[in-house]
């Protein structure tokens, strides 16, 4: 029997439908939640990322402003800019699209964001409140895989969990949520080996290294659930995830199909976060 499909365009689709009816209340009540987006140079996988991000913020009533700059900008230029929108009441939530250019260091960029505007959840701040489990902001890829698991209604406690990868982004913010949920998280990397001893116990696997068919279907154990964050480019130019997905699909009980699962997930949960973020603000006064 093969696995079901985790479709997460149409769990991202129903929870933006969702957010609408918050956004008017919110309105209503005299405010309008703000997102400020920069975007560096004019790599065309960013520019889409981006139009997408503004494009979903439109649909559902966020204000949004795009700030571009070009490739050869300062880093004091850019820092600057942050400061401004640190200030600006309108804005809830910055987010500065990455990678940026080497003569910019994305950590000084990240740490200039203040914390409670930093609606990727990059900055130290709410990584460490992530690891002590306070409230704060989590990166929007991880919280979109939560987010997935309890759509499907699948509970998380007692459940093994490898995350193979280990980015800022992506695989150890994920393996802190899912530990902070009471799984038992194993972390697997490019050192580790062999990786499919580890990968084959999981009941929850995530591959998040950026590989191409990282993980066929000797790899996973039966009915497992696998969720896939690669985003390659194939030799015949396709989206391909690191799941060697019609293989997989075959042995799993619920996988994620590359495109449409993590990535629009990812999208919508940069719009939770700066609701998230409008909310506490106005709390705040
Ligand atoms: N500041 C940030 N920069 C980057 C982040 C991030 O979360 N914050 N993540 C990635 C890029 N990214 C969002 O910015 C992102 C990538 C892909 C998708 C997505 O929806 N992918 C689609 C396929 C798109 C395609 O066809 O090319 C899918 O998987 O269905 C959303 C967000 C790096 N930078």
Redesign the pocket.
Known sequence: MGAQLIDG?AIAAAKRQAMKTRIESMKAQGFVPGLAVILVGENP?SM??VK?KIRDCKEVGIYSELIRFPETVTEERLLAEIDKLNEDKTIHGI????PLPSQISEQKVIQAIRPEKDV?GFHPINVGRLVTKQEGFV???PAGIIEMLKAIDVPVAGKHVVVVGRSN?VGKPASLLFLNLDATVTICHSKTKPLSKYTQQADILVAAVGREALIHAEDIKPGAIVIDVG?NRNAAGK?VGDVAFEEVKEKAGFITP???????M??VMLLENTLLAADRQNKKG
């Open positions: 365009k996988a889409s990322y997408g987010l500065v699209q990455l990727d990166s929007c890829t982004i985003m989206l590359v495109p449409g699962g993590v990535g629009p990812t999208r």
